[in-house]
């Protein structure tokens, strides 16, 4: 498979590296397309792939081209893809907000599949939410489903309109976990730890908390209640967080992160 991505960025090469390290891709057949100079030069010195600054009649050798930009830059490539974009093409956009009949329409193509990774894909441990237009066949929405799962995990939906739920919950996601993190830290400093004694104590905390929530065969609930005994230290803790309605406010926040989603692929 000959794979394009235009935008290389964070997402962009989180998602070309996933697939290099699954030999999804040789990097002959990855066409890596960057207009920042600074990024171009670095992407040459890793030889991650075959490295251009602009969309040129070269991308029509891609079976799959990747939209990695931000949603505002998109207006920048429209033109220049357009002209070059052969109809057996995929495109796979995961740019946030920016709805596939807004893609088919600007591209005049209707081979579009639109996904919301996160940030862990660096890693190998994102989760994508995709979906895809009616146009898009079985084995190519396959062909793309796994190489999203290089990326992590993935989640197919039916429904387009959910794809701002996701960017809600897990495309944002790691940030509310790293809100999360850094009051707990804080909380510590707070305490008389310094920096990196109040990381380390609350970093394997989570780390140690996640893989219980995965291992322990406990419900959330019930993993609670292992550590909040009657009268302790902890009930005092998640009293005042009840006082303070602190679930409810993370729950609406995320429905903020929702609308405004919805708001963008409306703009
Ligand atoms: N970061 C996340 O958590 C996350 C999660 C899910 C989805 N996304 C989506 O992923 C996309 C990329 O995000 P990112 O964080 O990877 O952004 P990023 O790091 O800024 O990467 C985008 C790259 O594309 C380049 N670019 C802009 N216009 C171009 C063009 N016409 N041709 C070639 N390259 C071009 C940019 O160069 P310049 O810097 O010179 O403009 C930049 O290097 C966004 O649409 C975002 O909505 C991001």
Known sequence: ??????????????????FLQYDLVKKDDLLLIEKSADRSEALKAEKTGVVVDTISARISDSDLIILSVKPQDFSSLQEALRETIQPQQ???????GIPIATIQEKLNHRLVIR?????????????????AAKEVDLNNLRK???L??????????????????????????????????????????????????????VKQTMLGAFHLINNADKSLDDLIKAVASKGGTTEAALKR?????????????????????????KS
């Open 148 to 201: 999203i799962n290089a990326t992590g995990r993935s989640i197919f939906l039916e429904d387009e309109t959910m794809l701002d739920a996701v960017t809600a919950l897990s495309g944002s996601g790691p940030a509310y976990f790293y809100y999360l993190v850094k009051a707990m830290v804080e909380a510590g400093k707070q305490m008389g730890f310094d920096d990196s004694v109040a990381s380390l104590l």
């Open 144 to 146: 793309v489903e796994n």
């Open 241 to 265: 967080f009840e006082e303070g309605e602190l679930a409810d406010t993370l729950i609406a926040g995320i429905k903020a992160a929702q609308t405004r989603a919805t708001e963008l692929s």
């Open 90 to 96: 995929v495109v796979l956009s995961i740019m946030a």
């Open 115 to 131: 996904a919301m990774p996160n940030t862990p894909a660096m890693l190998g441990m994102g989760i994508t939410g995709f979906t």
């Open 1 to 18: 498979m000959k794979i394009a991505i235009v935008g290389c960025g964070n997402m962009g090469m989180a998602f070309a590296k996933s």
